[in-house]
């Protein structure tokens, strides 16, 4: 990319966001403003978690970050080129699980490189090191159906990072998995993220989430989503989430987002009652 | 019968609830398991033909219309003169000569069974080809999918008259009227198949760079699989019914000419022992596809196990 495309900002920032907004269905009777005037800075390795109510919009920008929906307003960058398709520095995980179920778990996992034409003996080794790195190099065989609903989640994880990822795109990943499960995947994801360098954004919709993982929280307000505040976090790594300082946290993030879900079920009601 | 070993049996928590004794007579049946399935079958077959006994010694069913199946049964090397006329009714050959009653049978069912089974993969590779390709050019999609649809209502059985201007007699116009009957339902299946694909299996191949085609060769086509083998046993039975329409315009020789010939000579004995084989192809098909469909779809769960618990 030209340096005009992008005067205001370093290129070496892993994503840069300047007024970007996304219409759903623009141009039709159904046209719905899903999100507008985002702009966001995420430094290369930053841990930046995108938090708000359902609905607000969130994972729409991930998508956008992503390249898999396009813009309707302003424009995102990603280390300096500007997005326009999807691409395999930024790998993202869902929620669902999206394994391919007819694949074993190693093919899942070296889907992208069989894609680029790799040779089996290659995929394998690819595999099997993103695989030992997620601790899961044991089931390289088995087929996801065979897997518990963490285990897939860590497939999925090894699956992104064996396209050696800049940015880590995650839309609520481990929403589906038992609170227990959940803490560890966290503790797990940390250690992946600190290994791998790469930049993680992760939507969700728990605080508890949020303060466990973000360097930056960015607060999400509803409909249109916007971007309420950024808050830094600046604990130590191991974070203790029962000190006075992680409670502290919680709190100011549930006063923020208690205002949103509020405007949010205001406006359900008003929506509900026949005009 | 599971192909694919389970860690964890859902039968297993179901028998939990169960008491304990009742439990582990399920487990030790469980090995048992074909066994207590064809003695299923059996009953069930047992008990219909039993009711059709007891209405003819009762006098109900008159034996010259609705012969009991030990009335048409009776007699299969009598019954099996019927079958395989072409070959065994040639001029110049004595009745003696040729293939025996039972061999005749055997060759009308497989005929009949080959030209389902040819027209299915036909009807199939067409389909999913066709449907694949609407989905995959929109150019195609508008100049293909109206008329597809207009003609998707339309019965087999009005096909008949154009299989036999397009392909005389044989096996060419009834394969045709299975490939006819099929096609446009599975096709409009098909498209139904690949809107439904969960977009996360797409998202996923985007974000690695797939290539639309990449994309459909390797995430839309294994997608639709399950889903399509569902819509192919759906309609084998429709395919089952087509054959035996356009067999009794004269093939040669297969079940639907042996029912016409039945009609014709008023033998409702060989109307019953002919619906009777054809019951226990299109039953043994239907489980051969089946036994496929577990084979080649290793990763479906078990759905039956799922209603099983309540």
Request: some cysteine; aromatic content about 10%.
């Given at each position: 990319?030209?340096?005009?495309d992008?005067?205001?900002?370093?290129?070496?920032?892993?994503?840069?966001?300047?007024?970007?907004?996304?219409?759903?269905?623009?141009?039709?009777?159904?046209?719905?403003?899903?999100?507008?005037?985002?702009?966001?800075?995420?430094?290369?390795?930053?841990?930046?978690?995108?938090?708000?109510?359902?609905?607000?919009?969130?994972?729409?920008?991930?998508?956008?970050?992503?390249?898999?929906?396009?813009?309707?307003?302003?424009?995102?960058?990603?280390?300096?080129?500007?997005?326009?398709?999807?691409?395999?520095?930024?790998?993202?995980?869902?929620?669902?699980?999206?394994?391919?179920?007819?694949?074993?778990?190693?093919?899942?996992?070296?889907?992208?490189?069989?894609?680029?034409?790799?040779?089996?003996?290659?995929?394998?080794?690819?595999?099997?090191?993103?695989?030992?790195?997620?601790?899961?190099?044991?089931?390289?065989?088995?087929?996801?159906?065979?897997?518990?609903?963490?285990?897939?989640?860590?497939?999925?994880?090894?699956?992104?990072?064996?396209?050696?990822?800049?940015?880590?795109?995650?839309?609520?990943?481990?929403?589906?998995?038992?609170?227990?499960?959940?803490?560890?995947?966290?503790?797990?994801?940390?250690?992946?993220?600190?290994?791998?360098?790469?930049?993680?954004?992760?939507?969700?919709?728990h605080?508890?989430?949020?303060?466990?993982?973000?360097?930056?929280?960015?607060?999400?307000?509803?409909?249109?989503?916007?971007?309420?505040?950024?808050?830094?976090?600046?604990?130590?790594?191991?974070?203790?989430?029962?000190?006075?300082?992680?409670?502290?946290?919680?709190?100011?993030?549930?006063?923020?987002?208690?205002?949103?879900?509020?405007?949010a079920?205001?406006?359900?009601?008003?929506?509900?009652?026949?005009? | 019968?599971?192909?694919?070993?389970?860690?964890?049996?859902?039968?297993?928590?179901?028998?939990?609830?169960?008491?304990?004794?009742?439990?582990r007579?399920?487990?030790?049946?469980?090995?048992?398991?074909?066994?207590?399935?064809?003695?299923?079958?059996?009953?069930?077959?047992?008990?219909?033909?039993?009711?059709?006994?007891?209405?003819?010694?009762?006098?109900?069913?008159?034996?010259?219309?609705l012969?009991?199946?030990?009335?048409?049964l009776?007699?299969?090397?009598?019954?099996?003169?019927?079958?395989?006329?072409?070959?065994?009714?040639?001029?110049?050959?004595?009745?003696?000569?040729?293939?025996?009653?039972?061999?005749?049978?055997?060759?009308?069912?497989?005929?009949?069974?080959?030209?389902?089974?040819?027209?299915?993969?036909?009807?199939?590779?067409?389909?999913?080809?066709?449907?694949v390709?609407?989905?995959?050019?929109?150019?195609?999609?508008?100049?293909?999918?109206?008329?597809?649809?207009l003609?998707?209502?339309?019965?087999?059985?009005?096909?008949?008259?154009?299989?036999?201007?397009?392909?005389?007699?044989?096996?060419?116009?009834?394969?045709?009227?299975?490939?006819?009957?099929?096609?446009?339902?599975?096709?409009?299946?098909?498209i139904?198949?690949?809107?439904?694909?969960?977009?996360?299996?797409?998202n996923?191949?985007?974000?690695?760079?797939?290539?639309?085609?990449?994309?459909?060769?390797?995430?839309?086509?294994?997608?639709?699989?399950?889903?399509?083998?569902?819509?192919?046993?759906?309609?084998?039975?429709?395919?089952?019914?087509?054959?035996?329409?356009?067999?009794?315009?004269?093939?040669?020789?297969?079940?639907?000419?042996?029912?016409?010939?039945?009609?014709?000579?008023?033998?409702?004995s060989?109307?019953?022992?002919?619906?009777?084989?054809?019951?226990?192809?299109?039953?043994?098909?239907?489980?051969?596809?089946?036994?496929?469909?577990?084979?080649?779809?290793?990763?479906?769960?078990?759905?039956?196990?799922?209603?099983?618990?309540?």
């Amino acid at each position: 990319m030209s340096s005009e495309d992008a005067p205001h900002f370093s290129s070496k920032d892993a994503v840069v966001c300047r007024g970007v907004g996304k219409t759903w269905a623009a141009g039709t009777k159904r046209a719905h403003n899903a999100l507008t005037d985002i702009d966001l800075d995420v430094a290369p390795g930053e841990f930046v978690v995108f938090l708000g109510p359902s609905g607000c919009g969130k994972s729409t920008l991930l998508y956008l970050i992503a390249g898999l929906e396009d813009a309707t307003e302003g424009k995102l960058w990603s280390f300096g080129d500007l997005v326009e398709t999807p691409s395999p520095e930024r790998s993202l995980i869902f929620q669902e699980t999206s394994l391919f179920p007819w694949l074993t778990v190693w093919e899942n996992v070296s889907f992208g490189l069989s894609i680029r034409g790799a040779s089996k003996d290659e995929r394998r080794t690819v595999a099997a090191e993103a695989l030992q790195r997620v601790g899961l190099k044991a089931a390289m065989d088995k087929r996801p159906d065979e897997l518990s609903g963490g285990m897939r989640q860590r497939v999925a994880v090894a699956r992104a990072l064996a396209m050696r990822p800049r940015v880590l795109l995650m839309d609520e990943p481990f929403a589906a998995l038992d609170v227990q499960t959940r803490a560890r995947m966290q503790d797990f994801l940390l250690d992946v993220w600190r290994d791998s360098g790469a930049s993680v954004l992760f939507v969700t919709h728990h605080i508890d989430e949020a303060v466990a993982l973000a360097d930056r929280v960015v607060v999400f307000t509803s409909r249109p989503g916007r971007i309420k505040t950024i808050v830094p976090i600046e604990m130590s790594r191991p974070r203790n989430l029962f000190s006075r300082e992680a409670e502290n946290l919680r709190i100011q993030l549930t006063d923020l987002l208690r205002d949103e879900v509020d405007r949010a079920f205001a406006e359900q009601e008003a929506f509900a009652i026949p005009a | 019968m599971a192909v694919v070993a389970r860690d964890s049996e859902p039968g297993a928590a179901a028998g939990a609830s169960r008491p304990a004794a009742a439990s582990r007579l399920m487990a030790s049946m469980a090995g048992l398991d074909w066994l207590a399935r064809i003695w299923w079958a059996f009953l069930s077959i047992s008990l219909f033909a039993g009711l059709w006994e007891l209405c003819w010694a009762m006098g109900w069913a008159d034996e010259k219309l609705l012969p009991p199946p030990h009335i048409f049964l009776d007699n299969i090397a009598e019954q099996g003169r019927y079958f395989n006329t072409a070959t065994r009714w040639q001029v110049g050959q004595s009745m003696t000569e040729g293939p025996s009653a039972f061999e005749s049978v055997l060759i009308t069912g497989a005929a009949t069974t080959a030209r389902v089974f040819v027209g299915l993969i036909i009807a199939s590779v067409l389909a999913i080809g066709v449907g694949v390709l609407i989905r995959y050019y929109r150019f195609f999609d508008r100049l293909v999918l109206p008329t597809i649809t207009l003609l998707s209502p339309v019965s087999p059985i009005a096909w008949l008259p154009v299989a036999i201007f397009l392909f005389g007699i044989g096996n060419a116009p009834a394969i045709f009227m299975v490939v006819v009957a099929l096609f446009f339902h599975m096709v409009l299946a098909t498209i139904n198949q690949i809107d439904t694909v969960n977009t996360n299996l797409i998202n996923v191949a985007r974000t690695m760079g797939a290539s639309k085609a990449q994309i459909y060769a390797r995430v839309i086509v294994p997608a639709i699989l399950p889903g399509m083998l569902q819509v192919l046993r759906m309609n084998l039975f429709g395919a089952w019914m087509v054959v035996l329409v356009a067999e009794s315009t004269g093939v040669g020789y297969g079940m639907g000419q042996v029912i016409m010939l039945a009609r014709n000579t008023f033998n409702p004995s060989l109307v019953f022992f002919t619906i009777a084989v054809i019951g226990v192809l299109g039953f043994t098909f239907d489980w051969l596809l089946r036994l496929a469909q577990r084979r080649i779809l290793y990763w479906l769960p078990d759905t039956v196990e799922r209603l099983r618990v309540l």
